[in-house]
């Protein structure tokens, strides 16, 4: 089994400045993994408040509002975790700006928009830490890539490292390289769900029942993933081990093939790839 790093537990006030799907995923993980006390974390969003008062019940975190206090809440924390949609970024950051003071701790989720555009946006040199996540952050079982500006001095790198890693791996990167990381491991996970609902809706047009065909489909995923881990062999080597030669995996084989899988899969990951740069594109044009 693969042990998870001991964290030392997180006495910053972080703030989640977006509380959808991404932000619940880390604060769950957080808070499972008890790295940081629920008082010490406040979600905000842009205006639904059964949302903020459904995450205060289900974790104890806290959350409003009110913009006077909302107000107060950013200026007061000491990590502001931008989890916005791309297309909210630039309002939300020209709100920000006014209130930032110059060693709070940005950290942006967001896909595709540059450390440097989110430093413009902000008109000032804040430390920011440009992080990709997944939602598998949720069970601790995250992977994200890091990457930060030169404004993030020493404990700036190392809170960023211990909130991402008590939610699963980190890797830090060159900032270059995120939109191609988005495309495996941020997006990543909807790729596999999609090869899971595809084997599924198989099993079921094949006579099994719907519960059979989803308990068997995630069973042989995780394992196959726990395979790679733990064994230390190659997907390929692995896959060879399963397709005995001219028997019934390599008719499935050849079937993907067909579809050129290998391939398809490159391109998808590539069009992820793409878009994120369109959408942080998107953002940067705000500024002009
Ligand atoms: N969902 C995923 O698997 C991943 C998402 N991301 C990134 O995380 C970010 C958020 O994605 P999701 O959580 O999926 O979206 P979501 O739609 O579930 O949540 C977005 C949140 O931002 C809030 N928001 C919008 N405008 C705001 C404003 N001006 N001020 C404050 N809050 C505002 C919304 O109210 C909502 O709570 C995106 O930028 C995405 O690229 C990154 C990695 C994985
Ligand atoms: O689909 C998106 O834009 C985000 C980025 C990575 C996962 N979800």
Do not use: W
Request: hydrophobic content about 40%; proline content about 4%.
């Amino acid at each position: 089994m693969c042990q998870q790093p001991t964290i030392p537990l997180i006495n910053d006030k972080i703030v989640f400045y977006g509380a959808g799907s991404m932000a619940e995923a880390i604060v769950r993980g957080m808070i499972a993994r008890s790295v940081i006390s629920s008082e010490n974390i406040t979600m905000l969003n842009r205006s639904s408040s059964e949302r903020l008062a459904e995450l205060r019940s289900r974790y104890g975190v806290k959350g409003s509002n009110d913009p006077g206090h909302k107000a107060e809440i950013l200026a007061n924390a000491n990590v502001i975790v931008l989890a916005m949609k791309p297309k909210d970024a630039a309002e939300a950051l020209r709100g920000l700006a006014p209130l930032l003071s110059p060693g709070q701790l940005i950290v942006s989720v967001i896909a595709g928009l540059t450390i440097r555009t989110i430093q413009a946006l902000l008109g000032t040199t804040q430390p920011v830490v440009r992080t990709m996540p997944n939602t598998s952050s949720t069970i601790g079982l995250g992977a994200t890539g890091i990457a930060f500006s030169k404004e993030v001095d020493d404990s700036g790198r190392r809170l960023a490292l211990n909130i991402f890693e008590s939610v699963g791996i980190t890797s830090v990167i060159e900032e270059e390289r995120m939109e191609i990381l988005t495309g495996i491991s941020g997006s990543g996970p909807a790729y596999i769900y999609y090869m899971m609902e595809a084997m599924t809706a198989a099993g079921i047009r094949g006579g099994l029942t719907p519960e059979q065909s989803a308990e068997l489909t995630v069973q042989s995923v995780l394992g196959a993933a726990r395979m790679v881990q733990q064994t230390g062999e190659e997907p390929a080597a692995l896959r060879k081990k399963v397709t005995s030669p001219n028997g019934a995996t390599q008719a499935a084989i050849e079937t993907l093939e067909k579809g050129d899988f290998f391939e398809t899969v490159i391109a998808a990951v590539n069009s992820c790839a793409e878009r994120s740069r369109e959408m942080g594109a998107a953002v940067e044009k705000e500024l002009l």
